[in-house]
């Protein structure tokens, strides 16, 4: 369904990827983890168009999207949730919402279709939709950047640090929905430093270190790998152990 090949893009004279290569299958749930700085958000704004590339191609369902501005990555299927939300805080939750589906050539029947199907998914949206999304909690607002994308009606969704900065009980949350509407049909992107409830729900991963890709494989075996499980899931795979 996606198929990056070779992608690299710069921040003036700093190259932040370099030669990244990355595959995503219909249906399936992907994660990219690493350290800050890895290049992990430089890669998902690179293909949803809104960072420029130097080389390298993004292919969506056949169809090139690296030449294609940001609105057209987003009409053709791809919606991306923000590192850090992004959400318009005086504007209410259905108005935040509503502007999710700017980019869809549709009526605004259907566009209500799609709003009654996300306040399905988050409940808690419908009952505040008359409130500023500023006196949203943070796992709302957060809850609020995934309703926002979807409303764009994606086939593939970049979800950028969705757990950054909640709490354990609220990653739950926010993760076994994922779960659920990828259970709908919808294939997932997903960058995270939470490596280790990121893990435990993908299909496959991909490692990034600097730049680079430097691994690759199953969800499991790279939980499992002990490079992986020195660097990034220290605390965690120690708690589990014990
Ligand atoms: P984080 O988890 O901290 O968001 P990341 O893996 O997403 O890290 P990026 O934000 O993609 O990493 O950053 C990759 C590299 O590009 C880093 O070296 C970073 O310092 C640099 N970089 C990112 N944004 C900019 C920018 N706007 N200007 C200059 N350099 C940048």
Not at 48 to 70: H, K, L, N, W, Y
Not at 91 to 104: F, I
Not at 204 to 225: N, Q
């Amino acid at each position: 369904m996606l198929a990056v090949r070779d992608l690299r893009s710069r921040y003036g004279r700093i190259e932040a990827l370099h030669g990244v290569s990355l595959d995503v299958a219909r249906g399936e749930m992907v994660v990219v983890i690493g350290a800050n700085g890895a290049g992990k958000t430089t890669l998902l704004r690179a293909i949803s168009g809104v960072q420029p590339i130097t080389a390298g191609t993004v292919v969506f369902e056949g169809r090139r999207m690296d030449t294609c501005a940001p609105h057209r990555v987003v009409a053709h299927g791809v919606a991306q949730v923000p590192e850090g939300r992004q959400i318009f805080g005086p504007l209410s939750v259905a108005d935040n919402l509503r502007l999710g589906a700017w980019s869809r050539r549709s009526d605004s029947r259907s566009n209500d279709k799609v709003l009654r199907w996300v306040y399905d998914a988050f409940p808690v949206l419908h009952d505040m939709r008359q409130r500023p999304a500023g006196s949203l909690s943070g796992g709302q607002q957060q809850m609020l950047a995934i309703g926002r994308a979807l409303m764009s009606s994606p086939t593939l969704l970049l979800l950028d640090e969705p757990s950054m900065g909640l709490a354990p009980l609220i990653v739950r949350q926010i993760f076994d929905t994922l779960v659920q509407l990828r259970r709908d049909g919808l294939t997932i992107l997903l960058v995270e430093q939470n490596a280790n409830a990121a893990l435990a729900l993908a299909d496959r991963a991909y490692v990034m270190e600097t730049g680079h890709v430097t691994l690759e494989g199953t969800a499991s075996a790279i939980a499992a790998d002990p490079r992986v499980r020195d660097a990034y899931l220290g605390q965690g795979a120690a708690a589990q152990e014990h």
